[in-house]
């Protein structure tokens, strides 16, 4: 019962983390204006901002100009509800500690940044900063603030050092700066199957594209996008991956 109360709230969060991703690029105010359709700029009402039943409803379309809306909204709504129910039942449960609030909250962020990236190949400061001080929150509550640090400047200086070389073609600054925040989260451990994961996601779908004849060697893909589809799968199953792995190679 609580799942289903946990992924409902995720579909609410959902709906205004794309309502953030949209005001982070257009530049209005996330709090204080009201939704409106991105054609007609007409006043969404209640009724038409139910997550995934106004989508399925309308048809994809408008209420007010037909114009359609993307297939991002319901994408991100069932996507942030999916990581939300799958966390909490890794969570055995357990009445909602402070772990698990810490835990939504970076996944929330992990989907901006990911799916900001992925429009726009931009990591925000203004997403990024706050993240990594709430990720600094979190260790230096759980006692493991040496670890996060430790993990940042593993991560980001490995990042800084592929940034320089390849004068931001592989990767861009933002990507940097994101994996302080990262390796503060997840610590040396988990930090380094979160990051090997990305690259594994990253060459994937790179080699899919090239694949389907969609991208050529070279071609630029969202970097931040598979750090952050890892970052959530690094969230929810990363001790099990890291037992998985470390059985993998003999030392479990
Ligand atoms: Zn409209």
């Given amino acids: 019962m609580i799942i289903v109360i946990v992924a409902i709230f995720g579909l609410i969060i959902g709906s205004f983390l794309n309502a953030v991703i949209y005001r982070l690029h257009s530049g209005q105010s996330i709090v ?33 100009c037909q114009g359609s809306i993307s297939w991002q909204y319901p994408i991100i709504e069932l996507t942030t509800a999916l990581s939300f129910a799958l966390l909490a039942y890794n969570y ?31 990591i925000l400061d203004k997403v990024v900063y706050p993240a990594l001080l709430l990720g600094v929150v979190w260790q230096v509550f759980f006692g493991k603030i040496l670890d996060g640090l ?66 050529h060697l070279g071609s630029k893909l969202p970097f931040g996008s598979f750090l952050s589809i890892s970052g959530i799968i690094v969230l929810i199953w990363g001790e099990r991956i890291l037992n998985w792995y470390l059985g993998l190679i003999g030392i479990n």
């Fill in 150 to 215: 430790l993990a940042a400047l593993i991560i980001a200086g490995f990042f800084a050092v592929q940034y320089f070389i390849s004068k931001g073609r592989w990767i861009g600054f933002g990507d940097v700066k994101f994996g302080l925040f990262l390796g503060m989260v997840f610590g040396v451990k988990l930090g380094l199957v979160m990051v090997l994961l990305g690259y594994f996601i990253g060459a994937l779908t790179g080699l899919i594209l090239i694949f389907l004849g969609k991208k």
């Fill in 92 to 122: 055995n449960l357990q009445p909602i500690n402070y772990n698990l609030f810490f835990a939504l909250v970076f996944i929330c962020f992990l989907i901006v940044i990911g799916v900001f990236d992925f429009k726009h190949f931009l």
């Fill in 32 to 64: 204080s204006d009201r939704s409106r359709c991105i054609y007609c700029h007409h006043e969404l009402a209640a009724k038409d901002l139910i997550p995934i039943f106004s989508f399925i409803w309308l048809r994809g379309r408008c209420r007010y």
